[in-house]
Structure formats: structure tokens, C-alpha cells
């Protein structure tokens, strides 16, 4: 069961362009959501993340928008840039008692960016 | 500051070899743990620590051994390596108060033939 659902696989957009990812999550106890960067040859880097009592965050052209009643959130991404080409990943992090956790990963979204 | 270094960086393995895939990190980070990266299938979370002598299963630990002796370090162990486990592995370490905000390491290939 795939507890963290992201759409499109992938995505093409233009230079100056919004890009936009969309994720969906079953389990409501997950408690923090973060979206992950992910260059080819690298390991992922967080971009941005959100707590479920905000509706949105906003860093600098990242933009983070959070429904809890639909339990989806999504990455907006201005401006986009042949820079921001990458693949994204968003999560959702569960903490339990006596320090355990569970940070669950979408399968991601390789985003291109074209001049 | 080298941040978290894992080693070796691409590795072929035969069917039933056992390694260790090794993980460093110097940021006196309490947190660490290995997840595997699959084509089409994202990250998922193989085992973690929350300190030295702490070690928990994630999503996928079957074939997998950990331990952590030191803060510093948190190997991965393949007992007997099947090609099911031909994927790239990622080690990653944060802080408590910081568990999303990780550190990854390079990744390392793993290739099982």
C-alpha cells in the first residue's frame, strides 16, 4: 500500500514556466511534510517542508501548499529555471513515542526544464 | 567537514556474496539510517538509529543487518546478496529536533549478478 502518492512522473516546462507536483496522503497521524531535491549522482537535499496546521509556505521561488481536509500538498515551483531540472520527492514524516519514526517518500517527479 | 560519507561509491556483488556498505558522518548527528532507491519506486527506509547502540527496522529490512557502535558510523550489512538487491543505497543523518532536515550521502550502486 503506497501511503504517499505523487503526480506526474514527470514534467516538462519552460524557462520562466510554473511547475507544480502533487502529492496525496492516506495515513493522518504522518506529522510533517517534506519535499526532497534530488540532482543524478546525488543524494536527495531537503528544499522545504510544511507542518499540517499551515496551509502554506512559502521559500523564496518554492512554494509549498498544504490541504489537510483533501490530505494532498503540493510543490509549486516559480519562475522555473534549466537549474531546478532535478527529480522531487515529497515525504511525510510519522514520529512515534521513544524516538522512532517513519519519513515515507513519494516515488518522485523528474522535472525538466527547457530554455 | 566531509558531511556523511559512504564507501565504496558502485559494487558487484555475485549472488550469495555478503559486504558491508560503510557510513560516516562528522556532524555528531544522532539520527541515521539507509534507505534504497529503485527506478519508479522512490526512497524507502531500511533500517535507522537514533544513537549509538539503537538500531529500528524501516519498510524493507529483510536481507539487512545494522548496528551502531559509535555515533559516527552505521554500516549496512548484505548477509547473502540476491539480485533483488541490485539498487542504489543511500545513508543520510540529521539531528533530532531536525529528522526531515537529513544528510545524504553519494549513494553506492549496488550491483548483484
Known amino acids: 500500500q503506497q501511503q504517499v502518492k505523487q503526480s506526474p512522473q514527470s514534467l516538462i516546462v519552460q524557462k520562466g514556466g510554473i511547475s507544480i507536483i502533487n502529492c496525496a496522503y492516506e495515513n493522518t497521524a504522518f506529522d510533517y511534510f517534506p519535499w526532497y531535491q534530488q540532482f543524478p549522482g546525488k543524494g536527495p537535499a531537503l528544499l522545504i517542508a510544511i507542518r499540517p496546521d499551515v496551509s502554506e509556505k512559502k521559500e523564496g521561488r518554492f512554494t509549498i501548499s498544504f490541504n489537510k481536509s483533501a490530505k494532498q500538498f503540493s510543490l509549486h515551483i516559480m519562475d522555473s529555471q534549466p537549474g531546478d531540472s532535478a527529480t522531487y520527492f515529497c515525504?511525510?514524516?510519522?514520529?512515534?513515542?521513544?524516538?522512532?519514526?517513519?519519513?515515507?517518500f513519494g516515488k518522485g517527479t523528474k522535472l525538466s526544464v527547457i530554455p | 567537514n566531509a558531511g556523511v560519507t559512504q564507501t565504496p561509491k558502485f559494487q558487484v556483488l555475485k549472488t550469495g556474496q555478503s559486504m558491508t556498505l560503510q557510513c560516516a558522518q562528522d556532524m555528531n548527528h544522532e539520527y541515521m539510517s539507509w534507505y534504497r532507491q529503485d527506478p519508479g519506486m522512490g526512497l524507502r527506509l531500511i533500517h535507522y538509529?537514533?544513537?549509538?547502540?539503537?538500531?529500528d527496522q524501516g519498510e524493507v529490512p529483510n536481507g539487512y543487518n545494522v548496528s551502531r557502535s559509535t555515533t559516527e558510523d552505521f554500516p549496512l550489512r548484505l548477509l547473502s546478496a540476491a539480485p533483488s538487491q541490485t539498487s542504489v543505497y543511500f545513508c543520510?543523518?540529521?539531528?533530532?529536533?531536525?529528522?526531515?532536515?537529513?544528510?545524504f550521502g553519494q549513494g553506492t550502486r549496488l550491483t548483484v549478478v
Open positions: 543520510a543523518s540529521s539531528r533530532r529536533e531536525e529528522l526531515t532536515a537529513a544528510f
Open positions: 538509529s537514533v544513537g549509538a547502540g539503537i538500531t
Open positions: 515525504a511525510a514524516l510519522q514520529q512515534h513515542s521513544a524516538g522512532s519514526y517513519q519519513l515515507t
